[in-house]
């Protein structure tokens, strides 16, 4: 009997290069794609809400948003590794902020139209999930913000990784 788990590929096979924090280098691995009965299957409602349908969780309320342990904020949906608790810092916008992901290639960003205006969102480049939007305001070094929604993150602590 095959054990499923719910990091589980699609049988397309389509690859990608994704940054591994615990092998600290780039594996090529699988693109993670289910339908939204799976999807539905594994997440919690709001997890499924806003990293698959885009939702966004209200201010001051994820459980990341004034957490701060040292570790590393991995996709929800797919595992992936995403940002370095030492890069969070507080916006004080309710939402987690970092000022850069682990590395690009774990990320991905399109421009969002909704909600009558422009914005870059943030998407995990492996399985695609909503993970947030990117603005210019944060601080140095990079001058950049990664307004997450806690929904879409799982943190890991250091020494678990």
Not at 89 to 111: H, L, Q, Y
Request: net charge negative; hydrophobic share 30%; proline share 5%.
């Amino acid at each position: 009997m095959e054990l499923k788990n719910k990091y589980m590929t699609s049988s397309k096979n389509e690859k990608i290069p994704i940054y591994s924090v615990k092998k600290n280098k780039i594996e090529v691995v699988d693109k993670v794609e289910k339908t939204d009965e799976e999807w539905k299957s594994i997440l919690s409602p709001e997890q499924f809400k806003v990293a698959r349908k885009k939702g966004t969780e209200l201010a001051f309320t994820g459980k990341y948003h004034d957490h701060h342990g040292d570790g590393i904020y991995q996709c929800v949906c797919c595992g992936t590794d995403l940002f370095d608790s030492q890069t969070k810092f507080d916006s004080g916008t309710g939402w987690p902020s970092f000022w850069e992901p682990v590395a690009e290639e774990n990320i991905k960003t399109e421009t969002d139209r909704t909600l009558l205006m422009v914005r870059t969102e943030v998407l995990c480049a492996r399985c695609q999930a909503h993970l947030g939007h990117l603005f210019d305001d944060g601080p140095p070094p990079t001058g950049l913000r990664y307004c997450m929604n806690s929904a879409s993150l799982n943190f890991i602590p250091r020494e678990e990784i």
